[in-house]
Protein backbone atom coordinates (compact mmCIF):
# COMPACT_ATOMS: atom_id res chain seq x y z
CA UNK A 1 0.00 0.00 0.00
CA UNK A 2 3.07 2.73 1.20
CA UNK A 3 4.44 1.55 -1.72
CA UNK A 4 2.03 2.14 -4.42
CA UNK A 5 1.21 5.23 -2.64
CA UNK A 6 4.89 6.00 -3.16
CA UNK A 7 4.78 5.05 -6.71
CA UNK A 8 2.16 7.26 -7.59
CA UNK A 9 3.83 10.39 -5.73
CA UNK A 10 6.19 9.98 -7.61
CA UNK A 11 4.43 9.43 -10.74
CA UNK A 12 2.33 12.53 -10.40
CA UNK A 13 5.84 14.40 -9.13
CA UNK A 14 7.35 13.86 -12.43
CA UNK A 15 4.42 14.66 -14.52
CA UNK A 16 4.18 18.09 -12.92
CA UNK A 17 7.80 18.25 -13.41
CA UNK A 18 7.04 17.52 -17.01
CA UNK A 19 4.52 19.45 -17.59
CA UNK A 20 6.52 22.41 -16.53
CA UNK A 21 9.59 21.50 -18.67
CA UNK A 22 6.85 21.19 -21.52
CA UNK A 23 5.50 24.96 -20.80
CA UNK A 24 9.20 26.05 -20.48
CA UNK A 25 9.84 23.71 -24.18
CA UNK A 26 7.08 25.47 -25.59
CA UNK A 27 8.01 28.84 -24.87
CA UNK A 28 11.63 27.71 -26.00
CA UNK A 29 10.20 26.51 -29.21
CA UNK A 30 7.95 29.61 -29.94
CA UNK A 31 11.32 32.15 -29.14
CA UNK A 32 12.83 29.37 -31.74
CA UNK A 33 10.35 30.09 -33.91
CA UNK A 34 11.15 33.73 -33.87
CA UNK A 35 14.48 32.92 -34.57
CA UNK A 36 16.11 32.32 -38.03
CA UNK A 37 16.15 28.61 -37.76
CA UNK A 38 12.71 28.74 -37.51
CA UNK A 39 11.07 31.21 -39.18
CA UNK A 40 7.59 30.02 -40.03
CA UNK A 41 5.07 29.89 -37.02
CA UNK A 42 4.48 26.10 -35.95
CA UNK A 43 1.39 24.78 -36.20
CA UNK A 44 2.34 22.74 -33.09
CA UNK A 45 4.62 21.85 -30.70
CA UNK A 46 4.73 18.05 -29.81
CA UNK A 47 6.66 15.59 -27.34
CA UNK A 48 6.49 13.09 -30.10
CA UNK A 49 5.93 13.04 -33.42
CA UNK A 50 5.36 9.64 -35.50
CA UNK A 51 6.27 10.43 -39.22
CA UNK A 52 4.09 7.42 -41.02
CA UNK A 53 0.87 5.97 -39.97
CA UNK A 54 1.51 2.68 -41.81
CA UNK A 55 0.90 -0.67 -39.32
CA UNK A 56 3.94 0.37 -37.37
CA UNK A 57 2.92 3.79 -36.93
CA UNK A 58 -0.36 3.29 -36.17
CA UNK A 59 0.49 0.49 -33.84
CA UNK A 60 2.73 2.71 -32.10
CA UNK A 61 1.19 5.69 -31.59
CA UNK A 62 -1.63 3.42 -30.26
CA UNK A 63 1.18 2.04 -27.49
CA UNK A 64 2.30 4.89 -27.19
CA UNK A 65 -0.88 6.85 -26.39
CA UNK A 66 -2.23 3.68 -24.05
CA UNK A 67 1.15 3.49 -21.13
CA UNK A 68 0.51 4.81 -18.00
CA UNK A 69 3.55 6.33 -18.00
CA UNK A 70 3.25 8.37 -21.11
CA UNK A 71 -0.26 9.77 -20.94
CA UNK A 72 0.59 13.17 -19.95
CA UNK A 73 2.95 12.99 -23.50
CA UNK A 74 1.43 14.94 -27.02
CA UNK A 75 1.63 13.01 -29.62
CA UNK A 76 1.56 13.57 -33.02
CA UNK A 77 1.20 10.83 -36.29
CA UNK A 78 1.25 12.58 -39.34
CA UNK A 79 0.10 9.96 -42.32
CA UNK A 80 0.38 10.96 -45.96
CA UNK A 81 -2.73 9.20 -47.32
CA UNK A 82 -6.47 10.16 -47.04
CA UNK A 83 -8.12 9.04 -43.70
CA UNK A 84 -10.11 6.45 -45.72
CA UNK A 85 -13.24 4.34 -44.92
CA UNK A 86 -12.90 0.88 -44.40
CA UNK A 87 -15.39 -1.56 -45.14
CA UNK A 88 -15.60 -5.22 -44.10
CA UNK A 89 -16.42 -6.86 -47.95
CA UNK A 90 -16.86 -10.70 -48.37
CA UNK A 91 -13.75 -10.25 -50.79
CA UNK A 92 -10.40 -10.92 -49.27
CA UNK A 93 -7.75 -8.18 -49.86
CA UNK A 94 -4.95 -9.60 -51.76
CA UNK A 95 -2.28 -7.87 -49.26
CA UNK A 96 -1.78 -9.79 -45.99
CA UNK A 97 0.71 -10.73 -43.41
CA UNK A 98 1.46 -13.77 -41.25
CA UNK A 99 1.74 -12.43 -37.71
CA UNK A 100 3.66 -14.40 -35.03
CA UNK A 101 2.75 -14.91 -31.22
CA UNK A 102 5.09 -12.17 -29.80
CA UNK A 103 2.69 -9.63 -32.24
CA UNK A 104 -0.59 -11.27 -31.30
CA UNK A 105 0.81 -10.93 -27.68
CA UNK A 106 1.25 -7.08 -28.43
CA UNK A 107 -2.07 -6.70 -30.17
CA UNK A 108 -4.08 -7.91 -27.31
CA UNK A 109 -2.06 -5.71 -24.36
CA UNK A 110 -3.40 -3.02 -26.79
CA UNK A 111 -6.65 -4.49 -26.89
CA UNK A 112 -6.26 -4.29 -30.86
CA UNK A 113 -6.62 -7.81 -31.54
CA UNK A 114 -10.52 -8.30 -30.77
CA UNK A 115 -11.08 -5.94 -33.06
CA UNK A 116 -9.04 -7.96 -35.19
CA UNK A 117 -10.98 -11.35 -33.82
CA UNK A 118 -14.36 -9.61 -34.35
CA UNK A 119 -13.85 -8.98 -38.37
CA UNK A 120 -12.08 -12.55 -39.09
CA UNK A 121 -8.52 -13.57 -39.41
CA UNK A 122 -6.94 -17.69 -40.07
CA UNK A 123 -4.76 -19.54 -37.74
CA UNK A 124 -2.47 -21.45 -39.65
CA UNK A 125 -1.50 -25.07 -37.30
CA UNK A 126 0.46 -26.63 -39.29
CA UNK A 127 3.40 -25.16 -42.22
CA UNK A 128 5.15 -27.36 -44.49
CA UNK A 129 7.60 -26.09 -46.51
CA UNK A 130 9.46 -28.13 -49.38
CA UNK A 131 12.23 -27.71 -51.94
CA UNK A 132 11.03 -28.75 -55.82
CA UNK A 133 15.03 -30.42 -56.56
CA UNK A 134 14.86 -32.62 -54.13
CA UNK A 135 12.70 -34.79 -51.89
CA UNK A 136 13.78 -32.48 -48.71
CA UNK A 137 11.07 -31.58 -46.61
CA UNK A 138 10.19 -29.33 -43.49
CA UNK A 139 7.17 -29.16 -41.25
CA UNK A 140 5.66 -27.71 -38.22
CA UNK A 141 2.40 -28.23 -36.71
CA UNK A 142 0.73 -26.27 -33.55
CA UNK A 143 0.41 -29.50 -31.51
CA UNK A 144 3.99 -30.90 -31.69
CA UNK A 145 5.67 -27.65 -31.53
CA UNK A 146 3.94 -25.02 -29.68
CA UNK A 147 1.42 -24.71 -26.75
CA UNK A 148 -0.58 -22.08 -29.48
CA UNK A 149 -1.05 -21.67 -33.34
CA UNK A 150 2.04 -21.31 -35.83
CA UNK A 151 1.19 -17.36 -37.35
CA UNK A 152 -2.59 -15.73 -38.20
CA UNK A 153 -3.42 -14.55 -41.44
CA UNK A 154 -4.68 -11.15 -41.74
CA UNK A 155 -5.35 -8.69 -44.11
CA UNK A 156 -3.23 -5.64 -43.87
CA UNK A 157 -6.07 -3.06 -44.54
CA UNK A 158 -7.93 -4.91 -41.91
CA UNK A 159 -5.21 -4.97 -39.12
CA UNK A 160 -4.98 -1.08 -39.88
CA UNK A 161 -8.46 -0.74 -39.39
CA UNK A 162 -8.48 -2.35 -36.27
CA UNK A 163 -5.47 -0.07 -34.76
CA UNK A 164 -6.74 2.55 -35.72
CA UNK A 165 -10.52 1.40 -33.74
CA UNK A 166 -8.27 1.27 -30.80
CA UNK A 167 -6.59 4.78 -31.73
CA UNK A 168 -9.69 6.37 -31.51
CA UNK A 169 -11.23 5.05 -28.97
CA UNK A 170 -11.72 6.76 -25.22
CA UNK A 171 -8.67 4.95 -24.04
CA UNK A 172 -6.16 6.81 -26.25
CA UNK A 173 -6.61 10.87 -25.19
CA UNK A 174 -3.16 12.35 -26.41
CA UNK A 175 -2.59 11.41 -29.75
CA UNK A 176 -3.35 13.65 -32.70
CA UNK A 177 -3.76 12.33 -36.38
CA UNK A 178 -3.37 14.27 -39.36
CA UNK A 179 -4.45 12.63 -42.62
CA UNK A 180 -3.46 13.65 -45.98
CA UNK A 181 0.10 15.48 -44.28
CA UNK A 182 2.38 14.82 -46.72
CA UNK A 183 5.85 15.45 -45.06
CA UNK A 184 8.10 17.50 -47.11
CA UNK A 185 11.23 17.85 -45.14
CA UNK A 186 12.65 17.78 -41.67
CA UNK A 187 15.30 19.96 -39.99
CA UNK A 188 16.48 17.41 -37.35
CA UNK A 189 18.70 19.10 -34.14
CA UNK A 190 22.68 18.22 -33.54
CA UNK A 191 21.62 18.45 -29.74
CA UNK A 192 18.72 16.56 -27.95
CA UNK A 193 17.71 19.84 -26.04
CA UNK A 194 16.53 21.65 -28.93
CA UNK A 195 14.32 19.40 -30.86
CA UNK A 196 13.15 19.01 -34.62
CA UNK A 197 10.90 20.63 -37.22
CA UNK A 198 8.91 18.86 -39.60
CA UNK A 199 7.39 20.27 -42.50
CA UNK A 200 4.74 19.58 -44.56
CA UNK A 201 4.05 20.06 -48.47
CA UNK A 202 1.08 22.18 -47.42
CA UNK A 203 3.85 24.66 -45.84
CA UNK A 204 2.13 24.01 -42.21
CA UNK A 205 5.55 23.34 -39.57
CA UNK A 206 5.32 21.16 -36.29
CA UNK A 207 8.04 20.95 -33.48
CA UNK A 208 8.72 17.86 -31.36
CA UNK A 209 11.36 16.61 -29.04
CA UNK A 210 11.28 13.30 -30.56
CA UNK A 211 11.09 12.08 -33.77
CA UNK A 212 9.88 9.05 -35.17
CA UNK A 213 10.27 7.58 -38.23
CA UNK A 214 8.00 5.55 -39.41
CA UNK A 215 7.70 6.35 -43.10
CA UNK A 216 8.32 3.24 -44.55
CA UNK A 217 11.37 1.07 -46.95
CA UNK A 218 12.32 5.04 -48.40
CA UNK A 219 12.14 6.77 -45.47
CA UNK A 220 12.40 10.40 -45.46
CA UNK A 221 13.25 10.52 -42.02
CA UNK A 222 16.24 7.87 -42.33
CA UNK A 223 17.61 10.42 -44.96
CA UNK A 224 17.46 13.27 -43.36
CA UNK A 225 19.65 11.57 -40.53
CA UNK A 226 22.06 11.01 -42.88
CA UNK A 227 22.76 7.55 -42.04
CA UNK A 228 24.32 4.81 -43.88
CA UNK A 229 21.82 2.67 -45.06
CA UNK A 230 23.02 -1.05 -46.71
CA UNK A 231 20.39 -1.90 -49.51
CA UNK A 232 20.07 -4.51 -52.39
CA UNK A 233 17.14 -5.46 -54.62
CA UNK A 234 16.59 -9.17 -55.04
CA UNK A 235 15.34 -8.64 -58.51
CA UNK A 236 12.77 -10.52 -58.03
CA UNK A 237 9.00 -9.17 -57.68
CA UNK A 238 6.20 -10.71 -54.94
CA UNK A 239 2.92 -11.87 -57.12
CA UNK A 240 0.25 -11.75 -54.71
CA UNK A 241 -3.43 -13.03 -55.12
CA UNK A 242 -6.34 -14.05 -53.62
CA UNK A 243 -6.71 -17.97 -54.88
CA UNK A 244 -9.94 -20.20 -54.75
CA UNK A 245 -9.22 -23.73 -53.70
CA UNK A 246 -10.38 -26.92 -55.95
CA UNK A 247 -11.69 -28.30 -53.07
CA UNK A 248 -12.80 -27.02 -49.53
CA UNK A 249 -10.89 -28.33 -46.27
CA UNK A 250 -10.90 -26.84 -42.66
CA UNK A 251 -7.63 -24.96 -44.48
CA UNK A 252 -5.15 -24.17 -41.77
CA UNK A 253 -1.85 -24.81 -43.41
CA UNK A 254 0.24 -22.48 -45.12
CA UNK A 255 2.44 -24.18 -48.06
CA UNK A 256 5.28 -23.18 -49.65
CA UNK A 257 7.47 -24.63 -52.55
CA UNK A 258 10.70 -23.36 -53.04
CA UNK A 259 11.22 -23.04 -56.70
CA UNK A 260 14.84 -21.89 -58.46
CA UNK A 261 13.23 -18.89 -59.08
CA UNK A 262 12.06 -18.38 -56.03
CA UNK A 263 9.42 -19.48 -53.26
CA UNK A 264 5.51 -19.90 -53.74
CA UNK A 265 3.27 -19.78 -50.71
CA UNK A 266 -0.28 -20.63 -50.51
CA UNK A 267 -1.71 -19.10 -46.99
CA UNK A 268 -4.37 -19.99 -45.43
CA UNK A 269 -7.88 -17.49 -46.07
CA UNK A 270 -10.65 -19.51 -45.10
CA UNK A 271 -12.18 -22.67 -46.10
CA UNK A 272 -12.45 -22.15 -49.79
CA UNK A 273 -9.27 -19.60 -50.06
CA UNK A 274 -5.85 -18.88 -50.05
CA UNK A 275 -3.09 -16.17 -50.35
CA UNK A 276 -0.19 -16.28 -53.32
CA UNK A 277 2.87 -14.65 -52.14
CA UNK A 278 5.09 -15.98 -55.37
CA UNK A 279 8.30 -14.84 -55.04
CA UNK A 280 9.77 -14.87 -58.78
CA UNK A 281 12.11 -13.00 -61.11
CA UNK A 282 11.13 -9.65 -62.23
CA UNK A 283 9.87 -10.77 -65.84
CA UNK A 284 8.35 -14.11 -64.62
CA UNK A 285 5.91 -11.71 -62.28
CA UNK A 286 5.35 -9.15 -65.34
CA UNK A 287 4.13 -12.28 -67.27
CA UNK A 288 1.95 -14.10 -64.53
CA UNK A 289 0.25 -10.56 -64.10
CA UNK A 290 -0.27 -10.42 -68.06
CA UNK A 291 -1.76 -14.18 -68.36
CA UNK A 292 -5.72 -14.50 -68.39
CA UNK A 293 -6.74 -16.01 -65.41
CA UNK A 294 -7.48 -19.70 -66.00
CA UNK A 295 -3.22 -19.93 -67.70
CA UNK A 296 -2.39 -17.82 -64.73
CA UNK A 297 -4.25 -20.37 -62.22
CA UNK A 298 -2.57 -23.37 -64.26
CA UNK A 299 0.82 -21.54 -63.66
CA UNK A 300 0.06 -21.74 -59.80
CA UNK A 301 -0.80 -25.30 -59.92
CA UNK A 302 2.62 -26.20 -62.10
CA UNK A 303 4.12 -24.35 -59.42
CA UNK A 304 3.05 -26.57 -56.32
CA UNK A 305 3.17 -29.61 -58.09
CA UNK A 306 5.12 -29.84 -61.08
CA UNK A 307 8.21 -32.75 -60.71
CA UNK A 308 11.31 -30.45 -61.56
CA UNK A 309 14.69 -31.91 -63.20
CA UNK A 310 16.67 -34.28 -60.21
CA UNK A 311 20.13 -34.73 -59.10
CA UNK A 312 20.45 -38.77 -59.31
CA UNK A 313 22.96 -38.48 -56.26
CA UNK A 314 20.72 -35.48 -54.69
CA UNK A 315 18.05 -38.74 -54.51
CA UNK A 316 20.31 -41.02 -53.53
CA UNK A 317 21.83 -38.98 -50.73
CA UNK A 318 18.64 -38.22 -49.20
CA UNK A 319 17.20 -41.47 -49.48
CA UNK A 320 20.08 -42.70 -47.78
CA UNK A 321 19.75 -39.92 -44.98
CA UNK A 322 16.31 -41.03 -44.76
CA UNK A 323 17.02 -44.57 -44.35
CA UNK A 324 19.38 -44.02 -41.51
CA UNK A 325 16.61 -41.31 -39.81
CA UNK A 326 14.30 -44.16 -39.92
CA UNK A 327 16.64 -46.58 -38.37
CA UNK A 328 17.38 -44.27 -35.33
CA UNK A 329 13.22 -43.81 -35.01
CA UNK A 330 13.52 -40.27 -36.05
CA UNK A 331 11.23 -38.95 -39.03
CA UNK A 332 12.64 -39.52 -42.36
CA UNK A 333 10.26 -37.21 -44.23
CA UNK A 334 8.54 -39.99 -46.24
CA UNK A 335 5.27 -38.47 -44.89
CA UNK A 336 4.12 -35.48 -46.27
CA UNK A 337 0.74 -33.88 -46.91
CA UNK A 338 0.18 -32.75 -50.50
CA UNK A 339 -0.90 -29.29 -51.32
CA UNK A 340 -4.18 -27.89 -52.31
CA UNK A 341 -5.46 -27.82 -55.91
CA UNK A 342 -6.14 -24.07 -57.22
CA UNK A 343 -9.72 -23.79 -58.86
CA UNK A 344 -9.69 -20.26 -59.80
CA UNK A 345 -8.38 -16.47 -59.15
CA UNK A 346 -10.61 -13.98 -57.61
CA UNK A 347 -11.11 -11.21 -60.20
CA UNK A 348 -8.52 -8.24 -60.42
CA UNK A 349 -6.78 -9.54 -57.10
CA UNK A 350 -3.69 -9.94 -58.89
CA UNK A 351 -0.69 -7.21 -57.96
CA UNK A 352 3.18 -7.55 -58.13
CA UNK A 353 5.54 -5.54 -55.34
CA UNK A 354 9.22 -5.27 -55.71
CA UNK A 355 11.74 -7.37 -53.29
CA UNK A 356 14.88 -6.24 -51.25
CA UNK A 357 16.96 -5.94 -48.59
CA UNK A 358 17.16 -2.86 -46.06
CA UNK A 359 19.29 -2.21 -42.96
CA UNK A 360 19.89 1.79 -41.54
CA UNK A 361 23.14 1.06 -39.72
CA UNK A 362 21.64 3.56 -37.23
CA UNK A 363 18.52 3.35 -35.93
CA UNK A 364 18.96 6.26 -34.28
CA UNK A 365 20.38 9.88 -33.86
CA UNK A 366 19.73 13.06 -31.59
CA UNK A 367 15.84 13.14 -31.24
CA UNK A 368 15.23 10.87 -33.88
CA UNK A 369 14.26 7.03 -33.80
CA UNK A 370 13.02 4.97 -36.72
CA UNK A 371 11.23 1.83 -36.76
CA UNK A 372 9.81 -0.65 -38.74
CA UNK A 373 10.67 -0.69 -42.62
CA UNK A 374 12.27 2.82 -42.12
CA UNK A 375 14.88 0.53 -40.08
CA UNK A 376 15.06 -2.49 -41.99
CA UNK A 377 13.41 -4.58 -44.81
CA UNK A 378 13.52 -7.99 -45.75
CA UNK A 379 12.50 -10.81 -47.86
CA UNK A 380 8.49 -12.07 -47.46
CA UNK A 381 9.93 -15.58 -47.52
CA UNK A 382 9.50 -15.88 -43.70
CA UNK A 383 6.76 -14.10 -43.25
CA UNK A 384 8.92 -11.46 -40.87
CA UNK A 385 9.10 -7.84 -41.92
CA UNK A 386 6.13 -6.12 -40.16
CA UNK A 387 6.81 -9.12 -37.36
CA UNK A 388 10.05 -7.16 -36.45
CA UNK A 389 8.56 -3.41 -36.72
CA UNK A 390 5.75 -4.70 -34.19
CA UNK A 391 8.80 -5.90 -32.16
CA UNK A 392 10.89 -2.13 -32.30
CA UNK A 393 7.12 -0.34 -31.33
CA UNK A 394 7.17 -2.99 -27.97
CA UNK A 395 10.34 -2.32 -27.24
CA UNK A 396 10.62 1.27 -27.69
CA UNK A 397 7.45 2.19 -25.73
CA UNK A 398 9.11 -0.21 -22.89
CA UNK A 399 12.34 1.98 -22.94
CA UNK A 400 10.96 5.49 -23.47
CA UNK A 401 8.59 4.38 -20.47
CA UNK A 402 11.46 3.28 -17.94
CA UNK A 403 13.15 7.12 -19.55
CA UNK A 404 10.09 9.06 -18.56
CA UNK A 405 9.84 7.13 -15.19
CA UNK A 406 13.09 7.72 -14.11
CA UNK A 407 12.78 11.62 -14.81
CA UNK A 408 14.71 11.54 -17.84
CA UNK A 409 13.72 13.40 -21.15
CA UNK A 410 11.81 11.21 -23.69
CA UNK A 411 14.53 11.87 -26.21
CA UNK A 412 17.51 11.16 -23.67
CA UNK A 413 20.22 9.80 -26.20
CA UNK A 414 21.37 6.57 -23.60
CA UNK A 415 18.04 5.46 -23.85
CA UNK A 416 17.37 5.56 -27.75
CA UNK A 417 20.88 4.05 -27.19
CA UNK A 418 19.60 0.74 -25.78
CA UNK A 419 16.39 0.88 -27.90
CA UNK A 420 18.90 0.93 -31.19
CA UNK A 421 20.91 -1.40 -29.24
CA UNK A 422 18.71 -4.06 -28.78
CA UNK A 423 16.31 -4.13 -31.47
CA UNK A 424 19.35 -4.36 -33.86
CA UNK A 425 20.37 -7.14 -32.15
CA UNK A 426 17.31 -9.25 -32.61
CA UNK A 427 17.12 -7.42 -36.41
CA UNK A 428 20.15 -7.82 -37.85
CA UNK A 429 20.67 -11.62 -37.69
CA UNK A 430 16.58 -12.26 -38.25
CA UNK A 431 17.50 -10.35 -41.67
CA UNK A 432 20.72 -11.77 -42.64
CA UNK A 433 18.97 -15.39 -42.04
CA UNK A 434 16.55 -14.83 -44.15
CA UNK A 435 18.76 -13.23 -46.57
CA UNK A 436 20.77 -16.23 -46.62
CA UNK A 437 17.90 -18.59 -47.03
CA UNK A 438 17.11 -16.90 -50.06
CA UNK A 439 20.51 -17.07 -51.63
CA UNK A 440 20.83 -20.94 -50.65
CA UNK A 441 17.34 -21.54 -52.25
CA UNK A 442 17.84 -19.93 -55.53
CA UNK A 443 20.58 -21.50 -56.89
CA UNK A 444 19.80 -25.03 -58.57
CA UNK A 445 23.61 -26.51 -58.45
CA UNK A 446 23.57 -29.83 -57.58
CA UNK A 447 25.80 -29.70 -54.75
CA UNK A 448 23.95 -26.86 -53.18
CA UNK A 449 20.76 -28.62 -53.31
CA UNK A 450 22.82 -31.53 -51.69
CA UNK A 451 23.50 -29.45 -49.04
CA UNK A 452 20.44 -27.67 -48.02
CA UNK A 453 18.37 -30.92 -48.60
CA UNK A 454 20.46 -33.02 -46.22
CA UNK A 455 20.17 -29.61 -43.98
CA UNK A 456 16.02 -29.31 -44.31
CA UNK A 457 15.99 -32.93 -43.73
CA UNK A 458 18.18 -32.96 -40.70
CA UNK A 459 16.43 -30.06 -39.32
CA UNK A 460 13.18 -31.60 -40.00
CA UNK A 461 13.67 -34.79 -37.66
CA UNK A 462 15.54 -32.56 -34.49
CA UNK A 463 12.35 -31.68 -32.56
CA UNK A 464 14.93 -29.38 -30.66
CA UNK A 465 15.93 -27.75 -33.63
CA UNK A 466 12.80 -27.13 -35.16
CA UNK A 467 11.39 -25.56 -31.84
CA UNK A 468 14.66 -23.32 -31.75
CA UNK A 469 13.56 -22.12 -35.12
CA UNK A 470 10.05 -21.38 -34.26
CA UNK A 471 10.99 -19.82 -31.01
CA UNK A 472 13.37 -17.16 -32.97
CA UNK A 473 10.61 -16.66 -35.85
CA UNK A 474 8.07 -15.44 -32.98
CA UNK A 475 10.71 -13.38 -30.78
C1 LIG B 1 4.54 -9.34 -50.92
C2 LIG B 1 4.82 -9.03 -49.48
C3 LIG B 1 4.40 -9.92 -48.49
C4 LIG B 1 4.68 -9.67 -47.13
N1 LIG B 1 4.29 -10.57 -46.20
C5 LIG B 1 4.61 -10.35 -44.90
C6 LIG B 1 4.24 -11.29 -43.89
O1 LIG B 1 3.62 -12.33 -44.16
N2 LIG B 1 4.60 -11.04 -42.60
C7 LIG B 1 5.29 -9.92 -42.25
O2 LIG B 1 5.62 -9.75 -41.07
N3 LIG B 1 5.63 -9.00 -43.18
C8 LIG B 1 5.32 -9.18 -44.49
N4 LIG B 1 5.66 -8.26 -45.44
C9 LIG B 1 6.34 -7.03 -45.02
C10 LIG B 1 5.35 -5.97 -44.52
O3 LIG B 1 4.37 -5.71 -45.50
C11 LIG B 1 6.12 -4.69 -44.18
O4 LIG B 1 7.15 -5.01 -43.26
C12 LIG B 1 5.19 -3.65 -43.54
O5 LIG B 1 4.20 -3.24 -44.44
C13 LIG B 1 6.00 -2.42 -43.08
O6 LIG B 1 5.14 -1.56 -42.38
P1 LIG B 1 5.59 -0.08 -42.00
O7 LIG B 1 4.43 0.53 -41.29
O8 LIG B 1 6.92 -0.10 -41.36
O9 LIG B 1 5.84 0.64 -43.39
P2 LIG B 1 4.77 1.00 -44.54
O10 LIG B 1 3.71 -0.03 -44.63
O11 LIG B 1 5.58 1.26 -45.77
O12 LIG B 1 4.10 2.35 -44.03
C14 LIG B 1 4.75 3.59 -44.13
C15 LIG B 1 3.69 4.70 -44.00
O13 LIG B 1 4.35 5.95 -44.02
C16 LIG B 1 3.62 6.83 -44.86
N5 LIG B 1 4.57 7.82 -45.40
C17 LIG B 1 5.66 7.59 -46.16
N6 LIG B 1 6.26 8.76 -46.49
C18 LIG B 1 5.53 9.75 -45.90
C19 LIG B 1 5.63 11.18 -45.89
N7 LIG B 1 6.59 11.83 -46.55
N8 LIG B 1 4.70 11.87 -45.20
C20 LIG B 1 3.70 11.25 -44.50
N9 LIG B 1 3.56 9.90 -44.51
C21 LIG B 1 4.46 9.16 -45.20
C22 LIG B 1 3.04 5.95 -45.96
O14 LIG B 1 1.89 6.52 -46.56
C23 LIG B 1 2.71 4.69 -45.17
O15 LIG B 1 1.39 4.71 -44.67
C24 LIG B 1 5.39 -8.49 -46.78
C25 LIG B 1 5.81 -7.59 -47.78
C26 LIG B 1 5.53 -7.86 -49.11
C27 LIG B 1 5.99 -6.88 -50.17
Known amino acids: MILCQAVSIRRSFLTSVKSLE ?22 GQYDIIIAGGGMVGCTLACALGK ?62 VWDACSDALISFSSSEMLEDDVAYIVENDLLLHAV ?35 KLENGDTYLCDLLIGADGANSSVRK ?39 PIAL ?20 ELLRLPEDQFVDSVNDALWKQYPRSRTVDASMSWLGSCLKSVGLPDGAVRQLPPSVRSVAPASRAAFPLGFGHSTRYIAPGVALVGDAAHRVHPLAGQGVNLGFGDVKDLTELLSDAVYSGLDINHHS ?61
Open 267 to 286: LPLDSQRSSLVWSTSNEHAK
Open 22 to 43: RTISTQKSLSLAASNKYDEKPK
Open 164 to 198: NTELSSPSVKNVNIVYGAKIAGYELTKQTSSGSKV
Open 67 to 128: NSVLQHLKILLLESSPNKKYELTKEYSNRVVALNQNTKTLMNSLDIWEHVEKMRLQPVRNMQ
Open 415 to 475: WLEKYESIRQRHNVPTQLAVDALHRLYTVDSPPVVLIRSLGLQLTNALQPVKKLIMSQATT
Open 224 to 262: AMGVQYVSWNYDQMGVVATLYLAEETENTTAWQRWLPKG
